[in-house]
């Protein structure tokens, strides 16, 4: 008996938490807004100086070869 | 220390659009963000042997970057952000038309949110993470993600004045907030 009022408790629990789980879906219009917030950011041109730091990381690695 | 491959090299570059935008998402500002991004990039050099490829590159680059980030905020003395009184005051956004919220106002919204709710609901609702990925690069638990998430996103649709789109009723939290508990 006990567990099955734990199976329900657990059965509703995972309800409540499907309900609050996507809260962010398609239909929502804070979801919406927060997608296009965050895609505007990651269109953004990359600056070269991301391109040329890493290069120079490269460069600024010791010589493996040491023969 | 094994040289640093060149497809770990190629990969880092084809993520910094996405750091770029968690940075600014965090950071509220373009600048500091771009330095962030800066850091995360020298950080993950020095350390790519710790990365497990195969492995999310994506994610363990927003570990290194936000632990980067919560550093010098420490660093710095932590910037006001998530005094209740102040958030108050600046409330005053008009109210939205239903469909026609405005991206501005969105942004002012989301940065009246405190730091923690702020980036759970960019890396679930925003970055793609699962709440499982995103638990682990904030290092708590996914529970805690998930009640981060919600208030977030009550605190938003109370900032924006949006209403009655959650489909499923009020959840626990936003009744917790809204609810007439008369004792």
Known sequence: MKDMTKDILAGAEGRRRNGVGDPLGANSEIGRKLKQYYDELVSDDVPDRFAQLLSQLEQAEPAQKKD | ???VSQGFKTDLLGAIPSLRAFAVSLTQNADKAD???QETLV???DKHES???GTNLKAWLFTIL???FYSQMRKRGREVQDSDGIMTARLAVHPAQHGQLDLKDFRGALEQLPEDQREAI???GASGFSYEEAAEICGCAVGTIKSRVSRARTRLQEILKISGEDEYGPDAISAQVTGTAAH
Do not use: S
Request: charged letters at 20%; aromatic letters at 12%; a neutral charge.
């Open chain 2, 35 to 37: 330095d962030l991004v």
């Open chain 2, 122 to 124: 960019i890396l679930i």
């Open chain 2, 1 to 3: 220390m094994p040289a």
């Open chain 2, 43 to 45: 950080k993950a050099w």
């Open chain 2, 66 to 68: 936000r632990n980067e």
């Open chain 2, 51 to 53: 990365f497990q490829p």
